[in-house]
């Protein structure tokens, strides 16, 4: 009996060990890795989000989807003496003069570039409004321009570009009509010679936009449809534009700080088979904004804009095409804002 009792009892409690604290990453192998860093957690957390299709951004203008590019491949380049002058008369009403002094370049068969002086003014009148704009020009060799952009409602805007002139089949006129959705554009243009076009924008993603234009010159009996898509983020621009009239075109801006930017597009000409590639930069410095360019012809531009004080500003333009011998630079000033 006592050793069936014995056998029965419970055996005797274990030694009692040392008290051991939980490892500080949990037991098993989360005990051995090192604990996930806040960002990755984070940007699990916008990865899971997801996007609201039914309220993207509206996109920018179908004409402006190289704006950014534009900026510092082409900028305003011009030759010999300029000077423009803004008074403002009250807080809607301004005169403008101004004064160009250079060259202008003749076409020729010869591959040398001729050059002629001229010279003339031009005086103008601005009138700014939150709802209406009205822009004038006249100068002395009697061109007159004429541009009107009035917002007809919250989102339809009218814009009205005229040029007039002495010479006959010369002036050109042309109404756009632009309307701005939540997330889409939409243009209707008419001109003169029988010119109809439209276009229309839409946003696809919030960095993604995509759209197409027509039109119709009833004049020449010509009439051509294109597609662009437009990607944009906080870093970074890229454009792509194709058009049945053998136009390829490729842009890309990237913001490499807030001051400094570089920029490259390509096009191709399917119907010439030209390929022009070209690069360029944007640097705006404390007192002036400094841009340039350099592309596959050989071409070499730079445009520098100093600010000397409040509303006067200095400008300098030069650019060199190596190829054809021909070298361009300019100075000016521009007073009042």
Known sequence: MGSAASAAAPPPPPTAQPHMAAPPYGAGLAGILPPKPDGEEEGKKKEVEKVDYLNLPCPVPFEEIQREALMSLKPELFEGL?????????????????????????????????????????????????????????????RLNARVKCDLTDDLTLKINAQLTHEPHYSQGMFNFDYKGTDYRAQFQIGNNAFYGANYIQSVTPN?????????????????????????????????????????????????????????????????????????????????????KFDSNGVVAAYLEERLNMGVNFLLSAEIDHSKKNYKFGFGMTVGE
Request: one cysteine or more; proline letters at 2%.
């Open 82 to 142: 300029r000077f423009d002058f803004t008074k403002g008369l009250n807080q809607k009403f301004s005169l403008s003069h101004s004064v160009f002094m250079g060259s202008l370049e003749v076409p020729s068969q010869s591959t040398e570039t001729i050059k002629v002086p001229t010279s003339h003014y031009e005086f103008g009148a601005n009138f700014i409004d939150p709802k209406l704009i009205l822009v004038g020009r006249v100068m002395t060799d009697g």
């Open 208 to 292: 993604l936009s995509m759209g197409t234009e027509i039109f119709w010159l009833g004049h020449q009996r010509k009439s051509g449809i294109g597609f662009a898509s437009r990607y944009n983020s906080d870093k970074m621009v890229g454009t792509l534009q194709v058009a049945s009239t053998g136009i390829v075109a490729l842009s890309y801006v990237q913001k490499v700080s807030e001051k400094v930017s570089l920029a490259s597009d390509f096009m191709y000409n399917h119907m010439s088979r030209d390929v022009t590639s070209s690069f360029g930069y944007d640097y705006m410095l404390r007192q002036c904004r400094l841009r340039g």
